[in-house]
């Protein structure tokens, strides 16, 4: 029978706890000393978490880095996206919810989770000095680790990275600036970088926009990288000690070295964004919360994939399965997957539930290009499973349901008005970034087909594809 991961953690946590979190460039400093940092996977000297639907999976790393032991911990009531140790507690995102259950507490009963706020952690967060860091529409914010009111730290932010002295992001006007961890001061650095990306490794933030930027922390200079190829903006540079990996504009991906100025192309190598990749002794591990791990070889990019398919639903020993109860924030009897429905024919295909209906182009549907998953009461995910299974994502669309008072959409970088009812708006939210991999011909034919006809979904277009309505009359 399987242990769970965490039990060796909690035996001897006075000493284990204290020690620095495994960074995803591998690389601490002065500068992130004591930060911890939630994202689609987190390690912690030999076990790993993975969120993956509503379960959070646990495994172990041996001595080469290849994990075993992997078991089901526990469950939400919603889908879990990102976690975060710090102690005997376990933070777990949502797309509404931060939440935080107490390890040592946790059995094979029943544990109920602690709201610490209400706003959607599923792109990351970083917990310090008793504060915990979020990104929320176009801002950050930052609660007590122990919940409480929401503090709104900086606004109009494109990317950031915390530090120990503060907080340095980039702006829609593509300004370079650093804020106090409160928010009270304030301070541009620089300007011209336009759809930037940041990633932070030791002092040297990397700043990618078409360009490679290094600004360095420590004597406040900034630097270009003479890298000879173009430099693909929308995607995520991944920088180690002696060398980094980027992507150029026809979706290769290159090795730079410091030292010599090499560029080397890699092969069938893609990059996960930073909040979906951790590196550890020269492998890293990455996860897209779509039933696989991926673990990538930085010496020869060779690359083996796990599934976790298998292990949701089972019971898994001493603390597996531990169905982690609803927190306590209200949230109404609204459930968008309510009589989930689909119905497919040569001569037409749609899903719905009980507050909408969604028609598919059918060659695409028949030929098992639309999958879907529910993400919370409010939300359900449309995706290609084709790049979901190769490790790029796959997003084509969310439909997220909001109260006519709630406009926090309005802060999403690319989104439409699916449709409207007497008390919900329905939105469309589209990706941003790249979904599919370019290597792949067909999934370079048949994804942007796929989002071609999702951004069909609005409500000022006649021939919109999305209805709030009751079911169609030809369901069986």
């Known amino acids: 029978m399987k242990k769970s991961a965490l039990f060796p953690i909690l ?14 460039q591998t690389e601490a400093s002065s500068h992130t000393q004591g930060i911890i940092y939630g994202q689609n996977i987190f390690i912690q000297d030999d076990v790993i978490m993975i969120p993956y639907e509503n379960h959070l999976i ?16 526990l ?15 376990l933070y777990l995102g949502t797309t509404s919810q931060l939440n935080r ?5 946790k059995d094979q009963g029943t544990q109920v989770s602690q709201l610490i706020c209400d706003d959607g952690a599923d792109d990351g967060f970083q917990i310090y000095d008793g504060f915990i860091y979020y990104p929320y529409g176009s801002s950050v914010y930052r609660v007590s680790k122990d919940g409480g ?15 120990t002295d503060g907080i340095y992001y980039l702006t829609s006007q593509g300004r370079f600036c650093f804020s106090s961890l409160d928010g009270t001061l304030t301070q541009t650095l620089g300007d011209s970088f336009s759809d930037g990306k940041m990633t932070l490794l030791g002092s040297r933030m990397y700043i990618t926009t078409d360009q490679i930027f ?14 000879s190829h173009s430099v693909n903006e929308y995607d995520d540079i991944v920088p180690m000690n002696d060398y980094l990996l980027f992507t150029d504009d026809d979706f290769s991906t290159y090795k730079y070295e410091f030292s010599t100025g090499l560029e080397t192309e890699i092969h069938s190598t893609s990059l996960p964004d930073k909040e979906s990749r951790v590196i550890k002794n020269n492998q890293m591990y990455y996860s897209y919360a779509t039933g696989k791990l991926f673990i990538l070889n930085m010496a020869d990019y060779q690359q083996n994939i796990l599934e976790l398919d298998a292990l949701t639903g089972q019971n898994t020993g001493n603390s597996g399965n531990t169905q982690v109860e609803p927190s306590t924030m209200e949230t109404g009897s609204f459930n968008i997957a309510d009589g989930l429905y689909a119905n497919a024919s040569a001569g037409g295909a749609f899903m719905g539930t009980d507050y909408f209906c969604l028609y598919f182009n059918t060659e695409a549907y028949l030929n098992g290009e639309w999958a879907w998953e529910v993400i919370d009461d ?11 299974e190769s490790g790029y994502g796959g997003h084509i669309m969310t439909i997220r349901a909001y109260d006519w008072g709630d406009n926090s959409y309005s802060e999403l970088p690319s989104y439409q008005i699916a449709g409207l009812s007497s008390d919900k708006k329905y939105v469309a939210i589209f990706p941003t970034d790249v979904q599919y991999d370019p290597n792949d011909s067909i999934q370079c034919s048949e994804y942007p087909a796929l989002l071609e006809y999702a951004k069909r979904v609005d409500q000022d277009n006649p021939d919109n594809p999305f209805s709030v309505t009751s079911m169609p009359d030809n369901v069986p």
Do not use: H, W
């Open 11 to 24: 035996l001897c946590f006075g000493t284990l706890f204290s020690c620095n979190l495994c960074m995803a």
């Open 58 to 73: 646990t495994g172990l790393l041996d001595e080469k880095g290849d994990v075993y032991n992997l078991i089901q911990e």
């Open 75 to 89: 469950s939400l009531d919603q889908n879990i996206y990102t976690v975060a140790q710090d102690g005997q507690y």
């Open 101 to 105: 259950v107490d390890i040592a507490q």
């Open 149 to 163: 009111e929401e503090d709104l730290v900086v606004e109009n932010v494109e990317d950031y990275e915390l530090t």
């Open 214 to 227: 290094v600004y360095d922390l420590d004597t406040q200079t900034l630097e270009q990288l003479p890298v």
């Open 378 to 388: 409010s939300a359900i995910r449309f995706y290609y499973p084709q790049a979901a």
